[in-house]
């Protein structure tokens, strides 16, 4: 029997031993080899007020202006190693649990940051926003969702500061999702990074082919729909599809939400008069990738995405090593910093390999497929299929190692299955 459908019918414990007992520094690397915070949180606020202002860039202004995102480029970037080490507590429990699905993480991009500090509704100062590091895990189905949820709950050695069930309590906007905002908690030369707090969204891949479209149609037509701006019937659409995921999945629509019944004939329309089906075929052609190649033995700990708005292409850079990832990612930014016109979307992501960039960021690269596939059951008359991942075969845990009076992975760290 599936140790996950145990757990949920004993309630017994499924661990052998806890993630916290395992030896992350073999794949994360010593600390020093990532940024570190160099400020006071009174520097932060400071700066985040500086940011979100409209930034007059003169000769007297400059070097205030310069120091503000100085500042706030250290206090993002001192996020990468709770970050990095909490995604693969999260590829740990992936694969204890014996659960389908990738993880991926990100440093929150300056013009994200910006826009949030701006926001009417949005009272936290720079050094509030719980966000600045994020990971995801895209998981095959509800129950997996609801498995690593409890996990993390109940035996996280992160601290559990707040959760959002966007699951049970969909957005306004058909947005869907579970987060936790956990606040890390290290040991030993990690602690310099205690109480940062990092954003985990635990969605299932129906949702995260939502999402991301979303995000992906907003890139194409040029409209920020992911932040409820754009063209209402484009925006109309999400919300529906969104309800039509929901019900597939078992979970609940947003109160104001027609029926299916209504729902299908306004989604039929909508296609029509957007050309809904046409526009995401097309956006599956239209953007145009290429990667710096990367050697079968070489293992990149981050990879930047450099999307052009104009060109619609993509460019990945794989980095080696944490701090020289960050350094670039601040440098890449910076000359947008100062006009204030974004001519490309630049992320700085971690993915175990490559392939995985496109499952985990599809937005980027226009893949729509799997939403394109029920839009095209939808206008048939047929439901939404709940995606249901292959059986895989489970690869038994290697022996652990006695170290310093403590269990731990041989090295190097072993990618469990579901690590992504």
Sequence with gaps: MNRLVQS????????????????????????????????????VKRAGEVISGALPWTDETEPQIRRA????????????????S??????????????????????????????????????????????LGGCRAILSSMGEVRALVEILRHRSRHELRSEDDYIASPKPDGYRSHHLIMGFRGSGKTVIHNGRRIEIQIRTRLQHSWATAVEAIGLFRGENLKGNQGSPEWLRFFKLMSAEFAEAEGCPVHPDMRSHSARVPEITKLDKALKASATLDDLSHAVRWTERSVLPREKPTHFMIRYDNLARTVDIQPYFAPINAVNSYDMAEDIYNKSGEYAENIVLVEVDKIENLREAYPNYFGDVQLLKSQLKRITRGKRVEEYVALPQQVAPLPPRQLRGG???????????????
């Design 8 to 43: 949920v019918l004993t309630e017994e414990p499924i661990f052998g031993f806890e993630a916290d007992e395992v030896d992350f520094d073999a794949v994360l690397g010593p600390v020093s080899d990532y940024p570190i915070f160099d400020y006071s949180m009174k520097d």
């Design 86 to 131: 909490i995604r693969h507590h999260l590829i740990y429990y992936i694969g204890d649990l014996e659960l389908n699905g990738i993880t991926a993480a990100r440093l929150k991009r300056m013009q994200a940051i910006r826009k949030k500090l701006r926001r009417p509704d949005f009272s936290m100062y720079l050094n509030q926003v719980q966000d």
């Design 69 to 84: 995102f100085q500042v706030a480029n250290n206090w993002r970037d001192a996020h990468a190693y709770p970050m990095r």
């Design 406 to 420: 403590k269990w731990q992975w041989p090295r190097p760290f072993p990618k469990p299955k579901g690590a992504g």
